[in-house]
């Protein structure tokens, strides 16, 4: 279990773009189920994104299809999640986190993670 950052949060306008990133100097990614969870106030967590690199495999939750895409940079170690036409309902914290598969990623229990972070605060206003 390690420490990621994440990074790209901020305050935008309805329809617009954020691109997130998420690093760590201990875990390399590649290895890893890596991706995105995000909880609003008054909501619980869920999945966001989550990319198996080694796999071949990439998940998306179904309200943020086609407006997301989740990336990585495997020389740089960095996981990026690009967000386009955000809506309010998107505002929340984001957590990027690794684990052994997708599922525990989207899950976001520290103890079944090998890598979390303290989160980046995107907010959309109408």
């Known amino acids: 279990q390690v420490e990621v950052v994440e990074s790209g949060g901020g305050l935008v306008q309805a329809g617009g773009s954020l691109r997130l990133s998420c690093t760590s100097s201990?875990?390399?990614?590649?290895?890893?189920?890596v991706g995105w969870s995000r909880q609003a106030p008054g909501k619980e967590r869920e999945g966001v994104a989550c990319?198996?690199?080694?796999?071949?495999?990439?998940y998306y939750e179904h309200s943020v299809q086609g407006r997301f895409t989740i990336s990585r940079d495997g020389a740089k170690n960095t996981l990026y999640l690009q967000m386009n036409s955000l809506k309010p309902e998107d505002t929340a914290m984001y957590h990027c986190?690794?684990?052994?598969?997708?599922?525990?990623?989207?899950?976001?229990?520290?103890?079944?993670?090998?890598?979390w972070g303290r989160g980046t605060l995107v907010t959309v206003s109408s």
């Open positions: 986190a690794a684990a052994g598969d997708c599922d525990l990623v989207f899950e976001g229990n520290v103890n079944d993670l090998d890598a």
């Open positions: 201990a875990l390399t990614f590649d290895d890893y189920a």
């Open positions: 990319i198996h690199w080694s796999r071949h495999t990439t």
